[in-house]
């Protein structure tokens, strides 16, 4: 039989090995959320260098170049009325809020100026911010395909609940290949991670 003196040694060795898991469990449990949170961080740039590394709805180079500003020698804005091309429009939200075009698409013209709008709805009870990334289909297109004005070209920050409607504003290259007659505009609005406001009312 243990006398006294074994059995308090024995509780208070269970009690050391016992803080010492807690402890360990705490520590990897905070390892995996501060991973959790860069992924999110991470998870628009990512997304960018995947696209670009394999190939998929390439974002267009011409992303690069000054918002809202379109250069007359990069492209030809003469329109062509022998020509008609079909500009698709897609949306894909990553969360729970709602993100379409309100046209699904327009016949124009190549060096046609044309305004789409975007809705956009936050249907969470908390502030979100985010921003939307285009790619286009095919990916010979993307070149050719200028934006004048467009809301991805920078972050919004939507209220609980709060609408908005977004322009795209758009002109088609001229130069753009006879082979391609069907362009497809895709955006995929992300939540931007680490930016978020306070929850709902801040």
């Given at each position: 039989m243990n006398s006294p003196l074994q059995a308090t040694s024995k509780h208070l060795l269970f009690s050391q090995r016992l803080r010492r898991a807690n402890f360990s469990m705490v520590g990897k449990l905070v390892v995996v959320v501060g991973l959790m949170f860069g992924f999110g961080y991470a998870m628009v740039p990512m997304y960018k260098h995947i696209c670009t590394a394999l190939g998929i709805n390439v974002l267009s180079l011409s992303e690069q170049d000054t918002p809202g500003?379109?250069?007359?020698?990069?492209?030809?804005?003469?329109?062509?009325t022998t020509r008609t091309i079909t500009v698709e429009f897609d949306a894909n939200a990553h969360g729970p809020w709602e993100f379409k075009p309100e046209r699904h698409y327009v016949d124009i013209h190549p060096g046609q100026i044309t305004t789409v709008m975007y809705e956009f709805k936050n249907v969470q009870n908390r502030t979100m911010v985010a921003q939307a990334i285009p790619s286009y289909a095919p990916k010979q297109a993307s070149p050719y395909f200028k934006k004048l004005e467009c809301f991805c070209f920078s972050e919004h920050t939507l209220?609980?609940?709060?609408?908005?409607?977004?322009?795209?504003?758009?002109?088609?290259?001229?130069?753009?290949?006879?082979?391609?007659?069907?362009?497809t505009l895709s955006y995929t609005f992300f939540e931007v991670g680490g930016r978020m406001p306070s929850p709902a009312g801040g």
């Open positions: 500003v379109l250069a007359s020698s990069k492209i030809n804005t003469q329109v062509d209220k609980p609940g709060e609408s908005k409607r977004w322009p795209v504003t758009f002109v088609v290259d001229p130069k753009l290949p006879k082979d391609v007659q069907t362009i």
